[in-house]
């Protein structure tokens, strides 16, 4: 049981969008920054956003992310084939980093 | 460019310890700007933090494996490492080794999150 909550999975065609939400409380993402990773299939994850909304270079501006109380969202516009990954978020409680419990991102 | 390798035993047995080192290369530890942690993803689940440690040697450990768990670094050698002891086939994961940055806001909110990744290996306890 991951302490953020995140939908198994979404899906949409090339060139669509998708959102991907992250649930927590107060004392996780209410009152942290949220960062979010992205796991191609067989690799490791990779940090994709960091302090809600910002991109790391090499983070294409397709990818965005917003904070809203004690919830996430990330969202990815023009969807692309190798776009299709896991996607989990993660933040702090207390001392301790926590994620969330992965997306599976498919293109249709 | 910073990197990471795990390396470790590939197979554990059950009650036994768990130990994989962290080796760090195209930077160095030496700065209490980041800590180094290690991150894990059972088979087909979410990941899960076991830990991380500061180049003082500060650790913070997840309640709920701290009593198994021992985070060190080796400043010498720039790598740290992890011991999980008495494990069970439930510690069957991929370990991945990482780097962590970021600091607290003027409200005392966190910025931290992890910025470098190992690519991470399979740590199978059989029973």
């Known amino acids: 049981q991951s302490v953020l909550t995140q939908p198994p999975s979404v899906s949409a065609a090339p060139g669509q969008k998708v959102t991907i939400s992250c649930s927590g409380t107060?004392?996780?993402?209410?009152?942290?920054?949220v960062s979010w990773y992205q796991q191609l299939p067989g690799t490791a994850p990779k940090l994709l956003i960091y302090?809600?909304?910002k991109r790391p270079s090499g983070t294409p501006d397709r990818f965005s992310g917003s904070k809203s109380g004690t919830s996430a969202t990330l969202g990815i516009t023009g969807l692309q084939t190798g776009d299709e990954a896991d996607y989990y978020c993660?933040?702090?409680?207390?001392?301790?980093?926590?994620f969330g419990g992965g997306t599976r991102v498919t293109v249709l | 460019q910073l990197q990471l390798q795990e390396s470790g035993p590939g197979l554990v047995k059950a009650s036994e310890s768990l130990s994989l080192t962290c080796a760090v290369s195209?930077?160095?530890?030496?700065?209490?700007?980041?800590?180094w942690g290690w991150i894990r993803q059972p088979p087909g689940k979410g990941l899960e933090c076991i830990g991380y440690?500061?180049?003082?040697?500060?650790?913070y450990y997840n309640p709920s494996l701290k009593s198994r768990v021992n985070i060190s670094v080796d400043t010498s050698k720039n790598q740290f490492s992890l011991k999980l002891s008495s494990v069970t086939t439930a510690d069957t994961a991929l370990y991945y080794c990482?780097?962590?940055?970021?600091?607290?806001?003027?409200?005392?909110?966190?910025?931290?999150?992890?910025?470098?990744w190992g690519q991470g290996t399979l740590v199978p306890v059989s029973s």
């Open positions: 990482a780097r962590g940055g970021g600091y607290y806001d003027s409200n005392g909110y966190s910025r931290y999150h992890f910025d470098y």
């Open positions: 195209g930077g160095s530890m030496s700065s209490n700007n980041y800590f």
């Open positions: 440690i500061y180049y003082s040697g500060s650790t």
């Open positions: 107060s004392s996780n993402i209410g009152n942290n920054y």
């Open positions: 302090d809600n909304n």
């Open positions: 993660g933040t702090w409680d207390s001392t301790l980093s926590v």
